[in-house]
């Protein structure tokens, strides 16, 4: 907080913030791909791995960047739809 009260403007993601998420999404395609579930749908049975697989059952300081994870992938649904279905 700046002396005179006012708050300092949040500082903005950068693009490193932006690549290591694209890699993040990924390396758990390339495992979620590894486990060959092929029963469901593909897209929600993906989320499910990712939710688990970022550590669901724990209530730590990671909790709000899983939740941002999950949530640029929720918003990109449709272009890891297709890295799923390609070999």
């Given at each position: 907080?700046a002396e005179?009260?006012?708050?300092?403007?949040?500082?903005s993601?950068?693009?490193?913030?932006?690549?290591?998420r694209q890699?993040?999404?990924?390396?758990l395609?390339?495992?979620?791909?590894?486990?060959?579930i092929?029963?469901?749908n593909?897209y929600?049975?993906?989320?499910?791995?990712?939710y688990?697989?970022?550590?669901?059952?724990?209530?730590?300081?990671?909790?709000?960047?899983?939740?941002?994870?999950?949530?640029?992938?929720?918003?990109?649904?449709?272009?890891?739809?297709?890295?799923?279905?390609?070999?």
């Amino acid at each position: 907080q700046a002396e005179d009260g006012i708050r300092d403007q949040p500082r903005s993601r950068g693009l490193g913030d932006v690549y290591k998420r694209q890699d993040l999404v990924e390396s758990l395609i390339t495992e979620f791909k590894k486990q060959k579930i092929i029963r469901g749908n593909i897209y929600d049975n993906f989320m499910f791995f990712c939710y688990n697989a970022l550590g669901a059952n724990k209530d730590d300081k990671y909790k709000h960047t899983r939740a941002s994870i999950l949530k640029h992938m929720t918003q990109n649904k449709n272009e890891i739809l297709l890295k799923l279905t390609r070999n």
